[in-house]
């Protein structure tokens, strides 16, 4: 690391993966520091740092200076497993700062005291270092792949633990659509086939979380619940909580959810398509992650709930390590529960690939309705909310005309589409981050369906945007938009924006509103694409939003 780094990390402030720290701080507190970064997501820890970002120097530790070959060491011989870190003394203008950066830990790791210590942040945004419950350390040692929780074994479980009907509902949906060998198996065999049990004879928390009876489920996993909730104008219309076994609760939530999702239909072409306010597929598949990747060591519910246009699944326990909403697209699939996932794939009650996610998203966007929503995840659940409203008819039968004509969408396809459609343009780097790639991969996406006849391009180099095209708004039966779209009316806007901004300073999404009579997203919008083509600068964030003109 050099000054220049040093000076970026300075200005960031703490965070979740960086650290200030100033003397007095003897070895067992730096070890402990270490144990935190190292059970989150690594980081780097600057000692000689105020919190505030302001650099006094850090005391020399090892007589007239740093040995930072001599703190490694003590890092590694200190921790359990060793954590190997890198270590530098750099030399501000106002005194030497220790550098340490600690990658993120394959395993739990504590002090060799035994101190468990992990990161979080405080209500305030704050990041800081907790003690670790023993249940947080299996469930992070889960998180990161380093153990099964479902697969350790229950001593006080037995088979009289388990459901017969159980088993046989494996058997049923193994048959008609995984594993048909499953279900031609014993009971003791079908069990050894799926892994829940071991050589020994001793049952493992996934026998019982899959075939155990409820009654036995309450007992020996009690951190297990689902929950059906329907709350209309803030009333509470149902509200069951039950300790159902998880293949007979995927398909009891399922059934619960089904009054509530009504179908319509469109014409396209000769034929009826039917297009439910949350596609099954992707109920389906959210509620397999929510019962399989759950965090099992803590105590909460699967929790299904519908609120007017909007159904919520959470489930309790973070992403597995190094998943996020920004990444969630691309990251290699990882299952917090790998036997539990298992067992659902060999049932086919979820995708063999791991690619259930990408499922959900392409289902949704197919029957002309928004993506998922996981901005509500936090380190302590994950929430994916659905938004039902009214259905874009238009786009949904052009999908499917055009699928069916043998000119299939990809995901990224159908998520650059329905953005144009309701934001009227996209940039590079707005699909890029969209589609969760750089922006010369989201560029591949774009030409490609230029070439197909699909997007226009405008303008050049940083400037440039895509549209629809004029054949796809013929097809949509929106002829006359295309022509609007091509009008006046946004340059008109803009001309409005850039006024007011030169002889205010700035602008603020509700000034727009007023200035050119739009609502609050109509307003967004334009200055969004005034931004994406490099007209205004943001500065400030959500509320506090303002719009200067760009240099």
Same mark, same amino acid.
């Given at each position: 690391?050099?000054?220049?780094?040093?000076?970026?990390?300075?200005?960031?402030?703490?965070?979740?993966?960086?650290?200030?720290?100033?003397?007095?701080?003897?070895?067992?507190?730096?070890?402990?520091?270490?144990?935190?970064?190292?059970?989150?997501?690594?980081?780097?820890?600057?000692?000689?740092?105020?919190?505030?970002?302001?650099?006094?120097?850090?005391?020399?530790?090892?007589?007239?200076?740093?040995?930072?070959?001599?703190?490694?060491?003590?890092?590694?011989?200190?921790?359990?497993?060793?954590?190997?870190?890198?270590?530098?003394?750099?030399?501000?203008?106002?005194?030497?700062?220790?550098?340490?950066?600690?990658?993120?830990?394959?395993?739990?790791?504590?002090?060799?005291?035994?101190?468990?210590?992990?990161?979080?942040?405080?209500?305030?945004?704050?990041?800081?270092?907790?003690?670790?419950?023993?249940?947080?350390?299996?469930?992070?040692?889960?998180?990161?792949?380093?153990?099964?929780?479902?697969?350790?074994?229950?001593?006080?479980?037995?088979?009289?633990?388990?459901?017969?009907?159980?088993?046989?509902?494996?058997?049923?949906?193994?048959?008609?659509?995984?594993?048909?060998?499953?279900?031609?198996?014993?009971?003791?065999?079908?069990?050894?086939?799926?892994?829940?049990?071991?050589?020994?004879?001793?049952?493992?928390?996934?026998?019982?979380?899959?075939?155990?009876?409820?009654?036995?489920?309450?007992?020996?996993?009690?951190?297990?619940?689902?929950?059906?909730?329907?709350?209309?104008?803030?009333?509470?219309?149902?509200?069951?909580?039950?300790?159902?076994?998880?293949?007979?609760?995927?398909?009891?939530?399922?059934?619960?959810?089904?009054?509530?999702?009504?179908?319509?239909?469109?014409?396209?072409?000769?034929?009826?398509?039917?297009?439910?306010?949350?596609?099954?597929?992707?109920?389906?598949?959210?509620?397999?992650?929510?019962?399989?990747?759950?965090?099992?060591?803590?105590?909460?519910?699967?929790?299904?709930?519908?609120?007017?246009?909007?159904?919520?699944?959470?489930?309790?326990?973070?992403?597995?390590?190094?998943?996020?909403?920004?990444?969630?697209?691309?990251?290699?699939?990882?299952?917090?529960?790998?036997?539990?996932?298992?067992?659902?794939?060999?049932?086919?009650?979820?995708?063999?690939?791991?690619?259930?996610?990408?499922?959900?998203?392409?289902?949704?966007?197919?029957?002309?309705?928004?993506?998922?929503?996981?901005?509500?995840?936090?380190?302590?659940?994950?929430?994916?909310?659905?938004?039902?409203?009214?259905?874009?008819?238009?786009?949904?039968?052009?999908?499917?005309?055009?699928?069916?004509?043998?000119?299939?969408?990809?995901?990224?396809?159908?998520?650059?589409?329905?953005?144009?459609?309701?934001?009227?343009?996209?940039?590079?780097?707005?699909? @890029? &981050? #969209?589609? +969760?790639? %750089?922006? /010369?991969?989201?560029?591949?996406? $774009?030409? !490609?369906?230029?070439?197909? =006849?699909? *997007?226009?391009?405008?303008?050049?180099?940083?400037?440039?945007?895509?549209?629809?095209?004029?054949?796809?708004?013929?097809?949509?039966?929106?002829?006359?938009?295309?022509?609007?779209?091509?009008?006046?009316?946004?340059?008109?806007?803009?001309?409005?924006?850039?006024?007011?901004?030169?002889?205010?300073?700035?602008?603020?999404?509700?000034?727009? @509103? &007023? #200035?050119? +009579?739009? %609502?609050? /997203?109509?307003?967004?919008?334009? $200055?969004? !694409?005034?931004?994406?083509? =490099?007209? *205004?600068?943001?500065?400030?964030?959500?509320?506090?939003?303002?719009?200067?003109?760009?240099?």
């Amino acid at each position: 690391m050099d000054l220049e780094a040093l000076s970026q990390l300075l200005v960031g402030g703490e965070t979740f993966t960086t650290e200030f720290k100033t003397d007095p701080f003897n070895d067992a507190e730096l070890v402990e520091t270490v144990v935190c970064l190292a059970n989150g997501s690594g980081g780097c820890l600057l000692v000689g740092v105020r919190d505030d970002g302001t650099v006094v120097g850090a005391r020399r530790r090892h007589d007239a200076v740093t040995d930072p070959v001599r703190v490694r060491a003590l890092i590694a011989n200190r921790t359990d497993p060793a954590v190997v870190a890198d270590v530098e003394v750099l030399t501000h203008h106002d005194g030497d700062v220790i550098v340490i950066v600690v990658p993120q830990a394959r395993s739990v790791v504590c002090t060799v005291d035994g101190k468990f210590v992990r990161r979080a942040m405080d209500v305030r945004g704050k990041p800081q270092c907790l003690p670790m419950r023993p249940n947080e350390v299996v469930a992070r040692a889960g998180s990161i792949g380093a153990q099964d929780f479902a697969a350790l074994a229950l001593p006080d479980a037995s088979p009289a633990d388990l459901s017969i009907a159980e088993l046989d509902r494996l058997r049923r949906l193994a048959v008609q659509g995984g594993d048909r060998v499953l279900g031609e198996l014993s009971d003791d065999d079908l069990l050894r086939a799926v892994g829940v049990v071991s050589l020994t004879g001793e049952l493992s928390v996934a026998a019982v979380l899959m075939f155990g009876t409820e009654a036995a489920i309450r007992r020996l996993v009690p951190t297990h619940e689902v929950a059906f909730q329907v709350i209309q104008s803030l009333e509470v219309r149902v509200n069951r909580i039950e300790s159902w076994p998880l293949v007979r609760a995927m398909e009891e939530l399922f059934a619960l959810l089904a009054p509530f999702n009504p179908e319509e239909e469109i014409q396209v072409g000769l034929f009826r398509v039917g297009l439910p306010r949350y596609a099954d597929v992707a109920v389906r598949e959210l509620l397999a992650n929510a019962l399989v990747h759950r965090d099992y060591t803590a105590r909460g519910q699967v929790l299904v709930q519908l609120e007017d246009d909007e159904l919520r699944v959470t489930s309790p326990g973070s992403f597995p390590a190094g998943i996020t909403p920004a990444n969630l697209l691309v990251a290699p699939p990882r299952a917090r529960n790998p036997l539990l996932a298992d067992i659902f794939k060999r049932a086919g009650l979820v995708e063999r690939t791991g690619r259930g996610v990408s499922r959900v998203y392409a289902s949704q966007l197919a029957a002309g309705h928004p993506p998922p929503d996981y901005g509500r995840t936090t380190d302590a659940w994950v929430e994916v909310r659905l938004r039902g409203g009214p259905v874009d008819r238009l786009l949904a039968a052009y999908i499917h005309e055009t699928g069916r004509q043998g000119q299939p969408f990809s995901l990224s396809d159908l998520l650059v589409l329905h953005e144009v459609r309701h934001e009227r343009r996209i940039s590079s780097a707005r699909a @890029g &981050e #969209l589609l +969760q790639v %750089g922006q /010369e991969e989201a560029r591949v996406v $774009l030409n !490609r369906l230029v070439e197909r =006849g699909m *997007l226009e391009a405008r303008g050049e180099n940083k400037g440039r945007t895509y549209h629809l095209a004029a054949a796809v708004y013929r097809r949509l039966g929106e002829a006359s938009a295309y022509v609007r779209m091509r009008g006046f009316d946004t340059l008109q806007q803009e001309q409005i924006v850039m006024m007011f901004v030169e002889r205010h300073g700035s602008i603020n999404r509700t000034q727009v @509103g &007023e #200035l050119c +009579q739009l %609502g609050s /997203e109509q307003a967004s919008r334009l $200055l969004r !694409r005034m931004r994406d083509d =490099g007209k *205004l600068i943001l500065t400030g964030e959500r509320r506090a939003a303002h719009y200067l003109k760009a240099e």
